[in-house]
């Protein structure tokens, strides 16, 4: 029964979603966002952490008043001169480090004794599962005070604001759509044309990939194969390595591809997320391919404004330096992002010592073989197709860090001895 009543609220998300995107009504952009907020709260509260029903509605609350509290800088900060501006783009990002590394039993004081006493009860309760999705809204809201103080968006009002922020669709797993772009769709000037058949072969695609392909894979995964509790040969370690890799493809680019479809029907044009990652012949190419709205986050705020502060600091004679360094702050910080643990570091590090040898690798071809020298390397489909399966291999492999922490490659190892 659960299962028809989650259908029917989210298809009835879609249709007051889609009627109020097209609509004049003067109510429209607060009716926009307290659908969405209520759908979140359905779904990531209600549907699924009843025996947390306390402590889920009350960090509902609490996502709800911060949300406000950052409007509040947006609307202060973002046009003011100097680090004013900072300010409200740090304010997301401090409370998602808050929430991601402060142990929830050290906010037991401040609460009530009920709410206390919850905490005791439910000692496994965290505060990432609460706040749900904030690693993406964090991104969105930041990036949209960046976009405020360019002057590249005009400042949204209060409603305009909870209903890009609490975008159900995009909420849980992104994209980390721009506000600009979410925008279009209630502009009917500018509104993209997205057919309905389009859209819902995109769920249906999607659907497939995150409920058939991607447990399919996983069966034979790291959790599926490895960590079932039985000795195995080494030859198991490449398949559970390549069907994780598969795996995680299945998982998220199948939820990012219902949430473009279901955004879709409301009307709203949503960032893509992939292109064929497994196409990429180098690292490089790889994050341009795979979770590309991080990839371009990261790019413009932190890589590009980086890059030019070390160069002014080396010199332009050492700017290949200056953008190595950055290249590996920006990928130790990606890996970071990732969850909190040392093996996501040690993969946001391998990831960024990938990046800086493909940045020398890259200047190293241009010398050594002059420009067209170097488009006829790039043109060579054996380069090619060996670049690819190198980049391949070496994805597989590194996302073992992703996926394990340190008990489970203990109980990988004990496995295969």
Not at 260 to 280: K, T, W, Y
Request: proline share 4%; charged share 15%; net charge positive.
């Amino acid at each position: 029964m659960s299962g028809l009543v989650d259908w029917l609220v989210a298809a009835l998300l879609v249709v007051l979603g889609r009627l109020l995107v097209r609509s004049e009504l003067r109510a429209r952009e607060p009716l926009f966002a307290l659908g969405n907020i209520a759908a979140a709260y359905y779904f990531f509260v209600e549907g699924k952490h009843r025996h947390y029903e306390l402590l889920f509605g009350v960090t509902c609350a609490a996502y709800l008043a911060l949300a406000s509290l950052h409007y509040l800088a947006l609307r202060r900060l973002a046009r003011r001169a100097g680090f004013w501006p900072w300010v409200a783009f740090g304010l997301p990002i401090a409370v998602l480090v808050v929430v991601r590394y402060v142990p929830v039993a050290s906010f037991g004081a401040l609460m009530s004794p009920r709410i206390r006493a919850a905490l005791e009860r439910h000692s496994d309760f965290t505060l990432s599962a609460a706040f749900v999705g904030l690693s993406y809204v964090a991104f969105r809201t930041s990036r949209l005070v960046l976009d405020v103080r360019n002057g590249a968006v005009p400042c949204p009002t209060y409603a305009q604001y909870l209903g890009f922020t609490f975008f159900a669709p995009t909420l849980l797993v992104g994209p980390i759509s721009p506000y600009a772009l979410h925008r279009e769709g209630f502009d009917a000037t500018r509104r993209p044309a997205i057919p309905i058949g389009r859209a819902l072969s995109r769920v249906l695609m999607g659907a497939v990939k995150y409920r058939f392909l991607g447990p399919l894979f996983d069966q034979v995964g790291y959790a599926g194969l490895l960590l079932d509790g039985h000795p195995h040969a080494w030859l198991d370690v490449p398949v559970a390595a390549v069907a994780y890799y598969l795996y995680l493809y299945c998982n998220f680019a199948g939820f990012c591809d219902i949430a473009i479809g279901v955004a879709g029907l409301m009307g709203i044009p949503v960032a893509e997320n992939f292109a064929q990652p497994f196409g990429a012949r180098n690292v490089r190419e790889f994050w341009n391919r795979w979770h590309i709205t991080l990839s371009l986050y990261m790019r413009d705020v932190l890589f590009s404004p980086l890059s030019r502060a070390l160069v002014r600091l080396f010199g332009t004679a050492r700017s290949n330096e200056a953008i190595a360094v950055t290249i590996f702050v920006v990928f130790l910080l990606v890996g970071m992002w990732h969850g909190v643990g040392w093996h996501y570091a040690v993969f946001g590090v391998l990831h960024g010592v990938a990046m800086v040898a493909n940045h020398y690798y890259t200047l190293f071809l241009k010398r050594r073989l002059g420009k067209a020298g170097f488009a006829a390397y790039n043109r060579s489909r054996v380069i090619e197709g060996l670049a690819v399966a190198a980049t391949f291999v070496y994805v597989s492999a590194t996302i073992f860090f992703f996926a394990n922490d340190w008990n489970a490659m203990q109980t990988i190892a004990r496995a295969l001895r």
